[in-house]
């Protein structure tokens, strides 16, 4: 049982990005996923959040109206959309599934963590 991330890279400011979460062992459409960052020396940050159903969305405030997440069921796999991409986006990106009810936006309700992939945003 595995998450798989992966689309990171180097990009200018203004960009576009979009990352993967690719599920083996599980089924993504049965459980609540999101995206998490983490920057050099800063704390893991909460960035997207999509329910099992893909009917609830939720977003980190310095992220809304530029990144989005999705879920391919058929592909088993998390996506997630980064438009207008700044200089201070620029982090290790992680996906992560929780199967509990615990509050979506804190790092501590997820029980599985993917590798994480580097993003990179120049100015």
């Known amino acids: 049982v595995q998450l798989q991330a992966s689309g990171g890279g180097l990009v200018q400011a203004g960009g576009s990005l979009r990352l993967s979460c690719a599920a083996s062992g599980l089924t993504v459409s049965r459980y609540d996923m999101a995206w998490f960052r983490q920057a050099p020396g800063k704390e893991r940050e909460f960035v997207a959040y999509i329910s099992w159903s893909g009917g609830r969305l939720y977003y980190g405030d310095s992220v809304k109206g530029r990144f989005t997440i999705s879920k391919a069921n058929l592909k088993n796999t998390v996506y997630l959309q980064m438009n207008s991409l700044k200089p201070e986006d620029t982090a290790v990106y992680y996906c992560?599934?929780?199967?509990?009810?615990?509050?979506?936006?804190?790092?501590?309700?997820?029980?599985?963590w993917g590798q994480g992939t580097l993003v990179t945003v120049s100015s």
């Open positions: 992560a599934l929780r199967s509990g009810t615990m509050v979506a936006s804190s790092p501590r309700s997820y029980e599985l």
